[in-house]
């Protein structure tokens, strides 16, 4: 079992910027790929950044002002939202495709998400 723990989000002004974690703890052997989400209201939920392989795609709306990371350890993961726009408001969610050992599967697991709001 994984446990995904997002923590950095809140109210800023437009402009302004933040920095969301994500901490992956439990039986981990190998963390395949994360990757962040946000699902604003009324809206599904859409890719905002990811990494696999030494890889870190972006969204589109995102480009250039967001910068995903990852501590040495590995099981620490970072979006460094810079330039936040009030359409970049959404409850951010991270997740991840880790495995347990060499015999288990890829499992993908979701944080429970936090809320950004960005005012104008």
């Known amino acids: 079992q994984v446990q995904l723990v997002e923590s950095g989000g809140g109210l800023v002004q437009g402009g302004g910027s933040l920095r969301l974690s994500c901490v992956a703890s439990?039986?981990?052997?190998?963390?395949?790929?994360m990757g962040w989400y946000r699902q604003a209201p009324g809206k599904q939920r859409e890719l905002v950044a990811s990494?696999?392989?030494?890889?870190?795609n972006y969204a589109d709306s995102v480009k250039g002002r967001f910068t995903m990371s990852r501590d040495n350890a590995g099981n620490t993961w970072y979006l460094q939202m810079n330039g936040l726009k009030p359409e970049d408001t959404a409850v951010y969610y991270c997740?991840?495709?880790?495995?347990?050992?060499?015999?288990?599967?890829?499992?993908?697991?979701w944080g429970q998400g936090t809320q950004v709001t960005v005012s104008l």
């Open positions: 997740n991840a495709a880790t495995q347990a050992d060499w015999n288990s599967p890829i499992v993908v697991d």
């Open positions: 439990g039986r981990i052997l190998s963390i395949h790929a």
């Open positions: 990494m696999s392989g030494g890889v870190t």
